[in-house]
T-cell receptor
């Protein structure tokens, strides 16, 4: 069955430290891949997306993600996190007319 | 440009009652979706629509119904509300197929069934 897995439910990093959030997908063929962010009480906002081509994609708010076909992964990274990055992050994949979301990773920032 | 508008923002229902969650978008998007979000479970697709007059089931359609009579509106109907339908509901839309240009989300409806 098609699925998106985010193995970390919670991640805590110090402000200014680097960040990597993991995402793995299970599809018959490479889907289109996305990362979304959700601030408390808000809807989801698209950070970045991968369709094909360059495996390192840049997004908004200083985020980037790297697609690795051999590992079926699409990990999200940021070189230096800010307190405002505290939120829940969702990896998502699309192959037909709909997107399937992972269960999310909640990011906590230590001052 | 309002984007995706959901009403109401909060609602408490009694078991067995029915209600309609409203969703309107003003971006002329063809694709519209309803998701429910439960703590630690991510978002589950309830129903989606690829255009006016066309709807299809997602992962968790039981207990819900939808219609799409216009491009702008995609209401979600709950019949005979049950406690298991307590959740936050998000409507989303996109221009391209499957959200390839990214979804635009509404701000959500928090529903409690007691």
């Amino acid at each position: 069955a098609q699925s998106v897995t985010q193995p970390d439910i919670h991640i805590t990093v110090s402000e200014g430290a680097s960040l990597e959030l993991r995402c793995n997908y299970s599809y018959g063929a490479t889907p289109y891949l996305f990362w979304y962010v959700q601030s408390p009480g808000q809807g989801l906002q698209l950070l970045l997306k991968y369709f094909s081509g360059d495996t390192l994609v840049q997004g908004i708010k200083g985020f980037e993600a790297e697609f690795k076909r051999s590992q079926s992964s699409f990990n999200l990274r940021k070189p230096s996190v800010h307190w405002s990055d505290a939120a829940e992050y969702f990896c998502a994949a699309n192959r037909d007319d709909k997107i399937i979301f992972g269960k999310g990773t909640r990011l906590h920032i230590l001052p | 440009n309002a984007g995706v508008t959901q009403t109401p923002k909060f609602r408490i229902l009694k078991i067995g009652q029915s209600m309609t969650l409203q969703c309107t978008q003003d971006m002329n998007h063809n694709y519209m979706y309803w998701y429910r979000q439960d703590p630690g479970m991510g978002l589950k697709l309830i129903y989606y629509s690829v255009g006016a007059g066309i709807t299809d089931k997602g992962e968790v359609p039981n207990g819900y119904n939808v219609s799409r009579s216009t491009t702008e509106d995609f209401p979600l109907r709950l019949e005979l509300a049950a406690p298991s339908q307590t959740s936050v509901y998000f409507c989303a839309s996109s221009y391209g197929t499957g959200g390839l240009d990214g979804y635009t989300f509404g701000s959500g409806t928090r529903l409690t069934v007691v």
